[in-house]
């Protein structure tokens, strides 16, 4: 797998910059003021019980390139980013399927099936990724990556 650093602008925010000064002028103070809180409001934020697959493993991938993530720790959510078309058998395009999941609600039942199966391994990388998830909970997304191929 090759991780692509490209800016993904559906995770950024550009800054404005100001020049009003306490004092000097109070309706450009204000301006200055509803402009960065507007600015705040862009920033995306993540929300696992509402991602695409595609945001999903671009935050997968943003954890693993800042070190907050390992690779084996990243199995699980890969794992979830997968999706096999029932018509076809093929897999179907992350980067163009726009359908919203509750991640954490799909690694619950993940680990509920993992456990019916007696697959106590698996059932705790899904409880460790469902506390990840809960840990970065609305948490301000990074520049997102893709990987080649995807974009």
């Known amino acids: 797998m090759k ?5 993904n602008h559906l995770y950024t ?4 910059q100001t020049s009003a000064k306490p004092g000097t002028n ?3 103070f204000a301006s200055a003021i509803s402009a960065a809180t507007a600015e705040t409001s862009a920033v995306k934020q ?4 509402s ?3 595609q945001e ?11 070190g907050k993530m390992s690779f084996d720790e ?3 959510f890969l794992g979830m980013t997968m999706k096999i078309s029932a018509a076809t058998g093929q897999p179907v395009d992350m980067a163009t399927d726009t359908t919203r ?4 609600e799909k690694a619950r039942l993940g680990m509920e099936g993992a456990r019916s199966n007696n697959d106590p391994a698996l059932a705790q990388r899904l409880q460790a990724a469902i506390e990840f998830m809960r840990k970065h909970q609305g948490l301000a997304l990074g520049v997102g990556s893709r990987v080649r191929g995807h974009d």
């Open 3 to 7: 991780i692509n650093t490209e800016s």
């Open 101 to 104: 999941i509750n991640f954490v």
């Open 56 to 66: 999903m493993f671009d935050w997968m991938n943003d954890q693993i390139r800042g």
């Open 26 to 28: 109070p309706a450009s």
């Open 51 to 53: 991602m695409t697959r």
């Open 74 to 76: 990243s199995s699980p």
């Open 46 to 49: 993540a929300d696992f019980t």
């Open 13 to 16: 925010a550009q800054r404005t």
